[in-house]
């Protein structure tokens, strides 16, 4: 266990007495580290910090698993004062403020794209346990549900449906069926323009024969803006009225912003979380279930994805999408290979695969990230940390990419600054 936090943490960690924490002696005793990344110029993250404190105070007086757990602060603060000042209000420790690399790590390992965030992992082994640690502190106050472990998706959605006509349905009706769960509200206008494809798409695919349903998950502000928007959708609802429901999918799935759509197999085990950009890039459906794809063509409706983790991007010199298949070819192995062991480990990969043509989409990259023109040219892009890796040679052959990928892993590239 200690070896785990310790590659996670460092050595030590600070208090806000500006006293040293020693991890492995903190490691000894704990099951449950909660990550709460935060800054303390954002108001939200104060408030959240308040109710923190409240949360922790309490769970440290009276749960008989009070040694189990810690919370350690992740700051995203610019400046050093800033962070101090925040730091004497937690009662617990903190990354050093100029432990900036770990910081980073932490953010893409866990895949943090908001702040508050609070992500509960397992001590021993450093898999997430709960993302949604602000929807753990608001519905379980007391800590009795520690320690706040995934359940199944038929044991969180049992329970009756909605369809937009009145009509119910027992969650048991989606046994053997492939499920979206639909996180979305009506005053989003991205949600909005997601649900006029998505519609098609269920239909297309519900047309074909395959066994498809969609849960929406409301987050509008009332209950008469859900009926408006749920009016416009074929498939099915947790009630409005039901608010526990919706916040337990919501912490299940570690929500952090709309539109999200998670695509389930059908024993209820994520195929993906990316269901919004595989709808917006298969219109047709014909990849459905989408399952994850090891390599990507850079594209507008995936362009988002650049900015959840560090992405590999080749760039080469093709303008038709045709042109694009031996570049994919080349890479795919080596993304494969790492898609194997991740998920092997039950782990999210660390890396995205991408390649890129000529086009809009890669002259804007270029251009955002300070890159040069050459063609063929192997990137790796670390967008939250403002961090590039690049690798320009005459050949980019596959052990050229595979040492390339092996010495970002293990911190052997030095980082250019975006």
């Known amino acids: 266990m200690s070896e785990l936090l310790l590659n996670v943490l460092g050595e030590r960690l600070v208090n806000r007495e500006k006293a040293e924490v020693d991890v492995q002696a903190l490691s000894e005793r704990l099951s449950l580290l909660g990550l709460f990344f935060g800054c303390g110029l954002n108001a939200p993250c104060r408030v959240f910090n308040g109710s923190l404190c409240d ?46 690399h770990k910081k980073m790590k932490l953010w893409n390992k866990y895949k943090v794209t908001s702040i508050p965030s609070l992500v509960f992992v397992d001590a021993a082994t450093g898999k997430v346990v709960c993302r949604n640690g602000l929807l753990v502190v608001r519905d379980d106050p007391k800590g009795l549900e520690f320690p706040w472990g995934p359940k199944p998706f038929a044991e969180v959605v049992a329970g009756p449906l909605l369809r937009s006509n009145r009509q119910s349905t027992d969650s048991a009706s989606l046994e053997g069926y492939h499920v979206g769960v639909y996180f979305s509200a009506h005053w989003c206008p991205p949600c909005r323009s997601l649900t006029r494809v998505l519609v098609e798409s269920y239909r297309t695919v519900k047309e074909s024969g395959q066994k498809f349903e969609i849960v929406f998950v409301s987050a509008d502000r009332s209950e008469e803006s859900f009926q408006q928007y749920f009016s416009e959708m074929p498939w099915l609802a947790v009630p409005y009225s039901d608010e526990a429901r919706r916040s337990r999918l919501n912490r299940l799935y570690g929500i952090q912003g709309i539109p999200t759509l998670i695509l389930l197999d059908t024993e209820g085990h994520v195929i993906t979380r990316q269901g919004r ?28 994805q650049l900015h959840e983790g560090p992405c590999l991007v080749l760039f080469v010199d093709a303008e038709d999408e045709g042109e694009l298949e031996p570049a994919k070819e080349l890479i795919r192995p080596i993304a494969e290979k790492l898609m194997t062991k ?19 989409m890669s002259d804007s990259l270029r251009d955002y990230t300070n890159l040069p023109e050459a063609a063929p040219l192997l990137t790796i892009l ?17 052990d050229v990419v595979e040492q390339f990928v092996g010495d970002f892993l293990v911190d052997k590239l030095k980082p250019e600054p975006i």
Not at 298 to 304: D, I, P
């Open 55 to 100: 949360f922790y105070g309490r769970f440290k007086q009276t749960s008989e698993h009070r040694d189990k757990l810690e919370v350690v602060f992740v700051s995203s603060d610019q400046e050093q004062k800033q962070w101090q000042d925040f730091l004497q209000e937690m009662p617990w420790p903190a990354l050093p403020f100029k432990d900036r």
């Open 277 to 304: 950009v595989e709808v917006l890039n298969d219109p047709e459906c014909r990849l459905f279930p989408w399952h994850p794809r090891p390599v990507l063509e850079l594209s507008e409706a995936n362009a988002a």
């Open 342 to 360: 991740y998920k092997a480990k039950e782990e999210e990969t660390p890396l995205l695969f991408f390649v890129a043509g000529e086009d809009d």
């Open 382 to 398: 670390d967008m939250s940390a403002r961090a590039k890796y690049v690798r320009d040679v005459e050949e980019i052959t596959p």
